[in-house]
């Protein structure tokens, strides 16, 4: 057993390679879907209070990333989109990163075709500006001074669900999905605690740990985390084998064969250092 172990201490790491590959392209090739339990975590903490929006409420969704970061904040978006229709929220959708804009007309058009929802009537794309921070702040003012047209070049005026809109003290939340800054403590600095209007953010997996604090001094009221928080909030919505849901298979399976790895390395290291020691 001693020597099987030690042999499997110094596999040649291009087997490795190949094992992760498979770890990977077996569960996307086969279709597998695990189940995915949602507990007392962030992402429920944002379903429950975006389900507890009165309807007509009006909702800021900023989509602060691009192409890099799709797979893991696109199918957050989309499940978020969809929710808020389901809740008959207006939805005002805008970016602080140049592409982010594209991206959220994406989901918010594909979610609002398969529910008959209008484009001006339940929701809107003001589209991108720069800024960051100083935008925010003057977001805080007048929203229409920021974004005097639409992203298609629509004029305010002529928008009818942006009438009863003029700063960011009009909506009941704001959503940014963020893949670093400007964005989710941007809006956590100047929207939440200087206008008072409660956050929720998406985020990439290696940016969750740092935004934790925000949750605990409850500056935010919940979070999506990387692939697992999308998952979750597709499986609270109710998304059947949604892109999220569907990419969890490959990643848990791979994140096994990589902590198996890890196992039989550090039982080999010391088995050797055992031996070694004996002589």
Known sequence: MADIIEKLGKLDRRIIFVLIALAVIIPISFDLI?????????????????????EGSNVLVSFDYDPSTMPELQPMAEALVLHLFMKNVNIVGMALWPQGASLGQDAMSSMADSLGKAQYEDWCNLGYKTGGQIMIVRLGSSISAVFPTDMDNVPWSEIPMLRNITALESFSLIISLSAGDPGIIAWVMMAGDRFGVPIGCGCTAVSAPTLYTYLQTNQMVGMLGGLKGAADYETLVGIKGGQAVRGMAPQSVAHLVIILFIIIGNVAYFSQRKKGGAR
């Open 34 to 54: 695990l189940p995915n339990p949602v507990g007392a975590e962030p992402s429920r903490d944002l379903y429950d209070y975006v389900d507890a929006l009165p």
